[in-house]
């Protein structure tokens, strides 16, 4: 049985929270027949039982945390330039040629500085998130294996199609949904049903703010 289950989990950076996807209760498992006897299918989507974890509220709390502590510091750094940028502008007609290039270097560093601040960020985000959201995803890859064990099914498909998706499910019949087989597997209780829908169900991290530049 073919147990690697292709995840999806889109990067569309910024200030997204882990989304609660609608999906249907599952029950009788898509059958085809084949030389080697009756192929069962099942689906599911990752991105709806990631959001529907006990661990999706931390996960989410904590990436708020760390986002607001980098905004916070590339706020600073942008103070801080145009300070700065602002003292230059006024003094300018009155410093010497060499204390007015000293000036204009240090402006040049400080934007550099904060560009480069706004690329570690993002990435320390991203890393974040993959730290916090990795061991949740093995658990519920755990789960969904143990799930199509028990329920003799051959392949499960993602429901989610997005960046790095090799199998995207166009059309699937909503009781052949094993979301809740896995859920209830996991000891968490199924959301009301409501009709699937795919979509995106990662956290991401903040926007770029454009960098401060020289008048």
């Not at 959201?133 to 658990?139: A, D, E, S």
């Not at 059309?171 to 996991?186: F, G, Q, R, S, Y």
């Amino acid at each position: 049985m073919k147990k690697n289950i292709v995840m999806a989990f889109v990067a569309a950076l910024l200030f997204g929270g882990i989304s609660a996807q609608a999906q249907a209760q599952a029950s009788t498992p898509v059958t085809t027949a084949t030389a080697a006897g009756p192929l069962k299918l099942g689906y599911t989507s990752m991105d709806y039982l990631l959001s529907q974890v006990p661990e999706a509220k931390d996960i989410q709390n904590q990436l708020t945390i760390q986002r607001t502590q980098l905004e916070n510091e590339a706020k600073r750094l942008e103070k801080e330039f145009q300070d700065k940028l602002q003292a230059y502008e006024k003094g300018a007609a009155q410093m010497s040629e060499v204390i007015r290039a000293d000036r204009e270097k240090e402006l040049q560093g400080l934007q550099t500085r904060y560009q480069e601040f706004q690329r570690n960020a993002e990435s320390q985000l991203q890393n974040k998130y993959q730290q916090l959201v990795n061991p949740v995803l093995q658990k519920i890859q755990k789960n969904v294996d143990a799930v199509a064990k028990e329920n003799g099914y051959s392949y499960v498909f993602n429901l989610d199609a997005g960046a790095g998706t090799a199998v995207i499910l166009l059309v699937a019949p909503e009781e052949h949904n094993i979301t809740d087989i896995v859920l209830k597997k996991m000891g968490v209780t199924p959301a009301p049903a409501t009709p699937a829908k795919a979509g995106t169900g990662a956290a991401t991290p903040p926007a770029n703010t454009p960098a401060p530049k020289k008048n």
